[in-house]
């Protein structure tokens, strides 16, 4: 029953931190959690060092977080497409190698016949 229910835990966890980075990673967050934090402003405007601790606390971390997750979600699927290339050339690659293998091998034999041939007729 334990297990069960770490088991259910876990994966429930795993399903909920996929959907809260692919969501809150995304422009239209960055551009709600904007309207959110420019909006108070028209009520209630800091004073002083106000405006650099509302700059600090809400609008860095309120806005630029998921401007940063974005940006990494791009850059992930940037590198992921380049690392995708990378295998495809290089299975092509092996695939040739194998195949220049094989006809070095095929004629090796051809060569070591034709030399036992050879030594046979010098004989």
Known sequence: MVKKLK?????YT?????????????????????????????FQQPTGIGWIQYIVTVFFQGVALPLLGYVAAKSGEKTEKTIKETHDIVMDE??????????????????NKILEDLQKTIS
Not at 16 to 33: D, H, N, P, V
Request: glycine share 4%; hydrophobic share 50%.
């Open 94 to 111: 092996l695939s040739l190698i194998k195949e220049e293998l094989q006809l070095a091998k095929e004629e090796r034999i051809k060569l």
């Open 14 to 42: 795993d399903w909920l931190g996929e959907r809260l980075a692919k969501y809150l990673s995304t422009m239209g967050c960055f551009y709600l959690i904007a309207l959110l934090v420019i909006i108070p402003l028209f």
């Open 7 to 11: 088991s259910f835990y876990v994966t």
